[in-house]
């Protein structure tokens, strides 16, 4: 089936503007995440939904950062007055329904990102 | 302190050699899990292979196999007959547990990574 997808690929914005990502996650898939790349870094963690629960927003940077999910399918995140330091990679990623412990499902699959330019 | 430590930020392996990258991990918690990741040139990020901190056996998948070692807490990715295509950023990740439906827990927490290099 198909994988996990962004949109758009590319953003270049100016300062100051809003910008919109998009996620569509694997079809079946309960848990959604969004993480952010820096150039060079690893992966910062944003924020987590499951299922119809409240989100896990402990990872946004600021309250310019939100998303929602509808139900259990796509998901937008949202950058308010972005700055110069919001450039970078924005991944989505997709896992099945979370299990009660550790487990092989619980394997978080990427869509290949949205790269972020604040000029 | 960090949770995921991956110490060698660039290797580079001869084709068709078997190379380990390194990984240490942090955590007060019995049950987590560890992955590998593979991100190309490209950008997208590649899973790999997983292991259960419950694990009896190390885990392997084809050419991938991870070198658990729970008392060390070390995870480190052994690729054996390395191919031109396993050039790109490695990143090893730890999800900590026990995460519940609807828990705030799930997160993966990634390391920096290692650049590879395979060399023809």
């Known amino acids: ?119 | 302190a960090q949770k995921i430590t991956q110490t060698q930020p660039g290797m580079f392996v001869q084709e068709k050699e078997a190379v380990t990258l390194d990984c240490t991990y942090d955590t007060s918690d019995p049950s987590y899990g560890l992955f590998w990741y593979k991100q190309p040139s490209s950008g997208e990020m590649i899973f790999l292979i997983y292991q259960g901190s419950y694990d009896q056996q190390n885990a392997t998948e084809g050419r991938y196999s991870l070198n658990f070692q729970k008392a060390r807490k070390s995870a480190n990715l052994v690729i054996s007959a390395s191919q031109l295509g396993d050039s790109a950023m490695y990143f090893c990740a730890m999800r900590e547990g026990p995460w519940n439906y609807g828990g705030s827990q799930g997160n993966l927490i990634f390391g920096k990574g290692t650049k590879l290099s395979v060399k023809p």
């Open chain 1, 1 to 119: 089936g198909a994988g996990v997808s962004q949109s758009p690929s590319n953003k270049v914005t100016e300062k100051g503007k809003d910008v919109e990502l998009r996620c569509d996650p694997i079809s079946g898939h309960t848990a959604l995440y969004w993480y952010r790349q820096r150039l060079g870094q690893g992966l910062e963690f944003l924020i987590y939904f499951q299922g119809n629960s409240a989100p896990d927003k402990s990872g946004l940077p600021s309250d310019r950062f939100s998303a929602e999910r509808t139900g259990e399918s796509v998901s937008t995140l949202t950058i308010q007055r972005t700055q110069q330091e919001d450039s970078a990679v924005y991944l989505c990623a997709s896992s099945p329904r979370t299990s009660g412990g550790a487990s092989r499902t619980d394997t978080q699959y990427f869509g290949p990102g949205t790269r972020l330019t604040v000029l």
